[in-house]
């Protein structure tokens, strides 16, 4: 592969099923200017060596004028920029404030105990398959049991949730841009916008109420919360709510819906899930390697000129950082392309690395691996109806968009 175009092959939905070649190629160069203007990093030690470099900026007004964008990269007006698009120290101070109600050290045992709730919201979803021959797991599980989830966390009052989940699907829309007319594009982004804006005055309006009646929920905690750093604004806790509900959601959808399509193309290792349920922690991590939902972190920003493998990268450019590509790199993983359910030694960059390690992280691998325990114990004999499925245009959070599977009924 030559430096023409990289981005523009990795990008192509032609290339979506199986970008995988791509990577191999591309890691014989491990660092390489794009033509359309931003640096590639596909090797595994370059890549983790530059998520803990304090000289790389996540701050998209860091980028040039003329840097290579994504959808993605429009930003709410009204509402400030989400901690994992700021650095240190706005970044560590908003993180910080974050994880209190979320996880350790504050509240340790908040995802633990959320494990009886979890195993609820799947049980009652794959009941729902009963009397089916067919399923589409992305529509009918992948997609609603994560925002689920994300609402009990939250405290999002059981009536309202089937507006949350409408305000979800449409932000979802903006991950995945229609390929329509100009016309067709702008009018879904208002779409987009209109809903961003609701879901911000609806968290506003519920953060004002828990701070005046508190419960045991995250919203709760955070319009509560105090500390050394102070506390969150208003308009902080509801960027943080959305960040929640967006990177949270999209990557564990394809989490869960990447590794049921990984275990019905590798029989032995669902036969083994099924037998062993213990297996579930290691093959999420294997899983995160294979088949990782986040495919390359876009628009890092180089704060000074940095030497890499053999390169500079000069101060001022656009970077990408290829973490599926990191993931199979020889140099690291033995055999690679390989799925390994219980590989030792796994240390992927499937929840990335440094300061922007997955927030989320600690339940998108209990969500998955409840999914994923179930799924292969209840589903009797379940085959893929398509192979490949269609994937979601997306490159960044790549899975599939529908996952066909046909079952002969279900397991008590």
């Not at 100009?182 to 506003?204: F, G």
């Not at 294979?290 to 053999?310: N, R, S, W, Y």
């Not at 066909?404 to 008590?412: E, N, Q, V």
């Amino acid at each position: 592969m030559t430096s023409v175009a990289l981005l523009r092959q990795i990008t192509d939905y032609a290339n979506r099923a199986d970008p995988y070649p791509l990577y191999a190629e591309l890691r014989k160069t491990p660092v390489v200017r794009d033509e359309e203007g931003p640096y590639l990093v596909s090797t595994y030690w370059e890549i983790r060596s530059l998520l803990h470099d304090p000289r790389l900026s996540s701050d998209p007004r860091n980028l040039s004028p003329d840097a290579f964008r994504t959808p993605a990269t429009e930003e709410d007006p009204n509402l400030p920029l989400s901690f994992i698009r700021l650095d240190p120290p706005e970044h560590d101070r908003l993180r910080g404030l974050a994880m209190q109600p979320f996880g350790p050290p504050h509240t340790p045992r908040r995802i633990h105990e959320m494990r009886g709730e979890l195993g609820e919201i799947v049980s009652g979803l794959i009941d729902a398959f009963d009397g089916r021959e067919q399923i589409d797991l992305v529509d009918d599980f992948s997609y609603p049991f994560p925002v689920t989830v994300i609402c009990r966390l939250l405290g999002v009052p059981r009536e309202d949730e089937s507006r949350f989940h409408g305000w979800a699907d449409t932000l979802a829309a903006s991950i995945d841009p229609s390929l329509g007319s100009a016309e067709e594009l702008e009018e879904q982004m208002r779409t987009v916008r209109q809903a961003r804006t609701e879901l911000a005055a609806y968290l506003a309006a519920l953060i004002e109420e828990r701070g005046r009646s508190p419960r045991d929920d995250m919203l709760s905690a955070m319009a509560s919360g105090h500390g050394p750093d102070g506390r969150m604004t208003l308009a902080e806790m509801v960027t943080t709510s959305i960040l929640l509900l967006i990177a949270g959601h999209e990557t564990t959808v394809n989490l869960i819906t990447n590794g049921m399509l990984t275990l019905l193309r590798n029989p032995d290792a669902l036969q083994r899930l099924r037998d062993d349920p213990d297996l579930a922690v290691p093959m999420v991590e294997e899983l995160l390697r294979f088949e990782p939902p986040v495919q390359l972190l876009p628009q890092k920003t180089t704060l000074a000129d940095i030497d890499i493998a053999g390169t500079t990268i000069p101060k001022g450019v656009t970077l990408f950082l290829v973490l599926a590509s990191g993931n199979r790199d020889p140099q690291r993983f033995t055999d690679p392309d390989r799925f390994i359910p219980d590989r030792p030694d796994n240390q992927h960059l499937g929840f990335s690395s440094g300061v922007h390690s997955c927030f989320g992280a600690p339940l998108a691998r209990l969500e998955a691996q409840i999914a994923l325990t179930e799924l292969a114990r209840r589903l009797d004999n379940p085959r893929l109806v398509e192979d490949p499925p269609p994937y979601r245009r997306n490159a960044v959070l790549r899975g599939p968009r529908h996952l066909g599977i046909a079952i002969d009924g279900l397991k008590r």
